[in-house]
């Protein structure tokens, strides 16, 4: 069975995708922000894949955005989605 996005969207929560996206995206900010040089490199490191660039690109969120604004970036992105596709 099939959810629609709407659906979803009219229970205030996100899809898969979306929850994935700002989780992932709050442990990194979580990684970059701490106190341990070894999390920082690793961080480095996956900073210059593109995979970091394309999730803040595709939300419109910064790297030194706050955990809650990213959460606020992520939510209207779904919004906008579950609006247009219904």
Do not use: W
């Amino acid at each position: 069975m099939r959810v629609s996005k709407s659906f979803i969207y009219g229970l205030g929560r996100c899809d898969i995708v979306h929850i994935l996206a700002l989780r992932k995206l709050q442990y990194l900010m979580h990684i970059q922000r701490g106190q341990s040089a070894v999390l920082y490199n690793v961080f480095k490191c996956f900073k210059l894949s593109n995979e970091y660039m394309k999730l803040l690109t595709a939300y419109r969120c910064g790297s030194r955005d706050s955990a809650s604004f990213i959460s606020g970036c992520i939510e209207r992105h779904f919004a906008a989605l579950a609006i247009s596709h219904p």
